[in-house]
């Protein structure tokens, strides 16, 4: 039996595979009107061709807790019950394909308000959708990115209530699994990382003001969420700065901090919180991070980075580096990788019955 195609439990849960895609981003949803925030048509063709396809567990991409959390204008959103209804669509066609649905919770702090990157990526202000961004304190992400509004501590629990209350609604929606957005230089990240947190109260300066925030918005939501439900959070487990920035061992202590606040499993992904950095790009150049995790704690992870080939794959997880991999861009590219993976490695994988003839 092929360890990627084994199933795989977490709580009351069974995944059938291991096997997942990430979060990616489609900035195709309306930017104004009654639909703002809400998944359409294309999500849904997007989102059930790889349910077809086999994968195992699909965490839909970045979702904005409020309509300033949204990376750019055009993002999908969970702060109304029309994004609640819409998605329910979405949840319902996944679980018929035998998918377990998860979603990104997300606040995009500093890095907010960016127009979709096929045109460029840059900026946007409110002559095209766009609002002021905010942060831990008032440091922009890069040149040409707008100073951030640095919120005060009622802001802050105001955003945690926001993450809260839209795990209430992404239950509604039908999702099985919240993961929450911790990485990339989004605001979570930006308050763990010294590079990009310069407070000096309660939530700025050591590790444990740092991590405050994070761990707020964990209580917040994982006292909404239910207990036979899996909960998630997403990492950068380093920033790829030489100093002053967050770190492989910090990212190890801070698993620790997450699994005994009701953490389930760790998504480590790497770097966005720090521009013109250097990255050593390469097949899984991220997966040894998510092994140092699972090495030296007993929180379960799942990698990511360039992982395309399915016996690249399978050998994280049967090596022990990782419980599941998670395939971004590949799944872009193939959304039947799982299916063609499974036949390579002599796995087992839903097959939708309209598809026989393809098996």
């Known amino acids: 039996m092929s360890a990627l195609f084994e199933p795989y439990a977490l709580r009351e849960m069974t995944i059938p595979n291991r096997v997942w895609m990430p979060p990616m981003c489609q900035y195709s949803a309306a930017p104004e009107g009654p639909d703002t925030g809400a998944p359409n048509d294309w999500h849904f063709a997007h989102y059930g061709a790889r349910a077809t396809g086999g994968t195992g567990l699909i965490v839909v991409e970045a979702t904005g807790v409020s309509p300033e959390g949204r990376i750019s204008p055009w993002d999908l959103g969970i702060w109304n019950d029309t994004q609640v209804e819409a998605f329910r669509r979405i949840t319902r066609f996944l679980v018929s394909q035998g998918t377990v649905p998860a979603i990104q919770l997300a606040h995009a702090g500093r890095k907010a308000s ?30 040409g990115h707008p100073v951030p509004t640095e919120l005060t501590v009622d802001g802050i629990q105001e955003v945690v209530g926001q993450f809260a209350d839209a795990a209430r609604r992404a239950l509604a929606a039908g999702f099985e699994i919240a993961e929450i957005h911790g990485a990339h230089g989004y605001l979570i990240n930006e308050f763990l990382s010294p590079h990009s947190n310069h407070r000096t109260d309660e939530y700025g300066g050591s590790y444990e003001n740092r991590t405050r925030f994070a761990l707020q918005v964990v209580d917040a939501v994982r006292a909404v969420w239910p207990q036979d439900k899996p909960l998630f959070f997403r990492i950068s487990a380093t920033d790829w700065l030489e100093k002053d920035g967050w770190t492989a061992d910090d990212t190890v202590r801070f698993a620790a901090d997450l699994k005994a606040h009701g953490i389930d499993l760790l998504d480590v992904s790497t770097g966005g919180n720090a521009s013109g950095v250097h990255i050593p790009v390469g097949p899984g150049y991220q997966v040894p991070f998510a092994a140092r995790v699972k090495a030296e704690t007993s929180l379960p992870v799942a990698a990511v980075g360039l992982i395309t080939e399915a016996e690249q794959a399978e050998k994280i997880v049967a090596n022990g580096e990782a419980d599941a991999v998670l395939l971004g861009r590949e799944l872009l590219r193939n959304p039947s990788w799982a299916r063609h993976a499974a036949r390579e490695l002599g796995g087992d994988v839903h097959v939708p019955d309209q598809y026989h003839r393809s098996v």
Do not use: E, L
């Open 114 to 143: 960016t127009d979709r990157p096929w045109k460029g990526g840059a900026p946007v202000g409110p002559d095209s959708y766009g609002w002021q961004p905010v942060a831990p304190s008032a440091i922009p992400f890069a040149d």
